[in-house]
C-alpha cells in the first residue's frame, strides 16, 4: 500500500503540480466566499481608485497589501506573493 502512495504521489508531482493561485484570483475568491465587496477591501489595499486598480491588473500587489490582506483575510503568503 505505501509503495501505491509513494508511485500516485511521484505521478502526480510529475504530471499535475499544483501551482500558487494567482493573487487576484485568490482574493477574489475570498471575496466570494465572504460576501465581501470591494469596498470592503479598502481597509486592507487603500482608497477605491487602488482598489479597482488591483483587482483589474493595472496595479501590482505591495509587501505591506500583502501583509494586510493575509492578516485581515487569511489569504496565504503564497499565493499573494506570486505576484512579487
Not at 502526480?12 to 470592503?40: S, V, W, Y
Not at 487602488?50 to 483587482?55: A, D, F, G, N, W
Request: glycine share 6%; charged share 25%.
Amino acid at each position: 500500500m505505501e509503495v501505491l502512495v509513494t508511485l500516485i504521489e511521484a505521478y502526480e508531482r510529475n504530471h499535475d503540480p499544483i501551482c500558487p493561485a494567482d493573487p487576484i484570483d485568490a482574493i477574489q475568491f475570498r471575496m466570494e466566499q465572504q460576501g465581501l465587496t470591494p469596498k470592503d477591501l479598502e481597509p486592507y489595499i487603500g482608497p477605491s481608485g487602488r482598489v479597482s486598480e488591483v483587482l483589474n491588473r493595472k496595479r501590482r500587489l505591495s509587501l505591506q497589501m500583502i501583509k494586510r490582506l493575509h492578516q485581515g483575510l487569511q489569504i496565504p503568503y503564497e499565493g499573494l506573493l506570486a505576484a512579487v
